[in-house]
């Protein structure tokens, strides 16, 4: 096992495994995890061209959303102690994170905590850590959200630590697919919310839409989601790859996003519906999040 910096085609991180499969990671731009190799294939998608342009958000990889999933109403979260702005998706996914290799050899360890900018949208001492896994055709990552107590260095706001902390948590990962028109969901409940119309709406109508794009979320089920990505294993045959998403309380609603034309399709879980938060911790409160993504046969 080794964590390795590389500079090309851009400067990352590259974790090897015992059995091959690979992590990539940027930690300055958001902790992204912007590769992981599995069964000798490349399973996600990634906008090298894109992401060299910082002023651009990034599409691809597997970004972080905290501590919002989406947007609030108005981009403002109500606090006790006022009203803060808070864009889109929050700002774990541009902001520096600090990286580490596990001590168990298995993965990489990625951390962000409160400074003066964060605090600036978000009024709390927090520390999320990922524990980002690689095991046999699968990935797993979790997820420790930490209210920090108020003799925290540097993070003393005034009545914020002492106040429940309001948050919720997601994962963006962008899956490659051979086109949008081959790839397909299954193991999603019948009816599903449609972000793009606001409304509630049939999963399948929905899904035979990907190719035209889609923004939609359902409620977690009993079944695992599986993405029928339509990439043949490295030796030709004809089986294609199918991810499953398995995700525990409270990462209890999952979310289909695609772009088009990007080979790509978006399996989120996330912890709350968009605009709304969900959870909270008092200070010294911790919460341990965690999800797998299986590669099984087709």
Not at 19 to 30: F, H, K, N, T, Y
Request: aromatic share 6%; hydrophobic share 45%; with cysteine.
């Amino acid at each position: 096992m080794t964590l390795i910096q590389r500079d090309a085609p851009f400067p990352h991180w590259e974790f090897t495994a015992s059995g091959g499969d690979q992590l990539r990671v940027v930690p300055e731009r958001g902790g992204l995890v912007c590769g992981w190799r599995c069964g000798g294939s490349e399973r996600l998608y990634f906008d090298a061209e894109r992401f060299a342009d910082p002023a651009k958000s990034v599409r691809g990889g597997i970004p972080v959303l905290f501590p919002v999933c989406g947007n609030l109403p108005d981009n403002r979260l109500e606090l006790p102690q006022g009203t803060v702005e808070l864009a889109q998706h929050g700002f774990a996914r541009d902001r520096p994170w600090q990286l580490q290799a596990l001590a168990d050899g298995r993965g990489i360890r990625l951390e962000l905590s409160d400074d003066a900018i964060t605090r600036a949208s978000y009024p709390f001492a927090f520390r999320l850590v990922l524990e980002v896994r690689l095991e046999p055709a699968a990935l797993t990552i979790r997820a420790l959200v930490r209210h920090e107590a108020e003799d925290a260095p540097g993070s003393a706001v005034a009545g914020a630590v002492s106040a429940a902390m309001p948050f919720a948590l997601g994962l963006h990962p962008y899956f490659a697919v051979a086109d949008l028109g081959g790839a397909a969901l299954e193991g999603l409940p019948a009816r599903c919310f449609d972000h793009l119309m606001a409304g509630p709406a049939d999963t399948a109508a929905q899904l035979v839409r990907l190719p035209q794009g889609v923004d939609l979320r359902v409620e977690r089920s009993g079944t695992a989601p599986r993405l029928l990505t339509g990439l043949s294993s490295p030796d030709g045959s004809p089986a294609a790859a199918v991810i499953e998403l398995q995700a525990d309380s409270p990462l209890d609603h999952t979310v289909v996003w695609t772009d088009p034309p990007r080979p790509m399709v978006c399996l989120e879980p996330w912890t709350a519906r968009r605009g709304e938060l969900g959870l909270a911790l008092a200070a010294g409160e911790q919460l341990e999040l965690n999800c797998r993504y299986t590669l099984v046969p087709g």
